[in-house]
């Protein structure tokens, strides 16, 4: 691992009471690399305390993780960047042994899988969510993921340089998993332990709130990378509402040659049309859906893994 450049990045929102210790922690499991915090607008001294424990630091003032995410993967250049919180939850020790798994793999992300064996460590409202957004993703886009919701990971640059960010709060590693799982990416999940946070530590995650602009997340990113699909089911919801409307319509008509219930019949039919409308944006979208696709795979294709770094090294 001496021979590729590693990045830890580490965004940060009012973390004094464990910046610290995590900053040290990956220090002392990676010696060799840079390590990063990025500053959110904390009201407290995250700031100061990153960089006396040795860290290269940054601010975001712009609010949320996604925010944040994307300004350091804007700004560090290395070979190889491990992303985790500030809290002292994710455990350093195991960063290493991802790093040698996504290198000597050839892989483009792996992903810390949580393990506690603290009762405080997870809370149930987001174990629970976290269970139901994976089972989502599960279905609609075959994901692999089974913690899609991990905010330990490690990366490759064309990773990093290819993937468009573009959440701004804790919907980021929601977004993460769909860009990997629509360029067909090579990825891994490991189990690492997951820990209680420190005293004076708080969550920044609302399980309502937060769980629901992931759901939307969810829902934006099917629209945009399976138009298709998407609108093709709006299409089909449409099309069986006007026919649900307009068969007693036929019905009587082919009985009597009568119309009944004329603004019926003319609901019925706007409704028919707008679902085949539906269908035609689909079709229109799945178009430009596959142009944009294309030029993220021409971005990703033009960087170099880290695997092909070591090797060009040695």
């Known amino acids: 691992m001496n021979d590729i450049s590693i990045a830890v990045i580490i965004p940060c929102y009012n973390e004094t009471a464990a910046i610290g210790r995590v900053v040290s922690d990956f220090r002392q499991a990676l010696p060799h690399a840079d390590i990063y915090v990025y500053d959110n607008n904390s009201t407290d001294d995250t700031l100061e305390t990153a960089r006396k424990a040795g860290a290269k630091v940054g601010a975001v003032k712009y609010q949320g993780k996604g925010n944040v995410v994307r300004q350091m993967f804007c700004d560090i250049d290395a070979d190889v960047y491990i992303m985790a919180d500030g809290d002292g939850t994710y455990d350093a020790t195991s960063a290493p042994r991802l790093v040698e798994a996504l290198v000597d793999g050839g892989l483009d992300m792996v992903v810390g899988i949580r393990e506690d064996d603290e009762e405080k460590a997870y809370r149930s409202g987001h174990r629970w969510g976290n269970r139901v ?26 990773f990093v340089k290819s993937f468009p960010a573009l959440s701004s709060g804790f919907e980021v590693e929601t977004e993460l998993s769909i860009h990997a799982i629509e360029m067909k990416m090579p990825v891994l999940e490991i189990t690492t332990p997951y820990y209680s946070r420190p005293e004076g530590s708080h969550s920044k995650l609302n399980t309502y709130r937060d769980g629901f602009r992931i759901l939307w997340t969810i829902f934006r ?94």
């Open 133 to 158: 957004f994976n089972g989502v993703l599960r279905t609609v886009f075959k994901s692999p993921f089974t913690d899609m919701l991990s905010g330990y990971r490690v990366f490759s640059r064309r």
């Open 221 to 314: 990113l099917v629209k945009e990378t399976l138009p298709l699909r998407f609108f093709s089911g709006v299409a089909a919801l449409l099309i069986l509402g006007s026919l649900l409307l307009g068969a007693p319509l036929v019905t009587e008509w082919l009985r009597t040659g009568l119309v009944p219930r004329f603004p019926t019949a003319i609901l019925a039919s706007g409704i028919m049309v707008l679902g085949w409308l539906s269908f035609a944006c689909g079709i229109i979208l799945e178009s430009v859906s596959q142009g944009r696709l294309e030029q993220k795979r021409m971005v990703y294709s033009s960087i170099l893994g880290p695997l092909w770094n070591r090797s060009k090294t040695n």
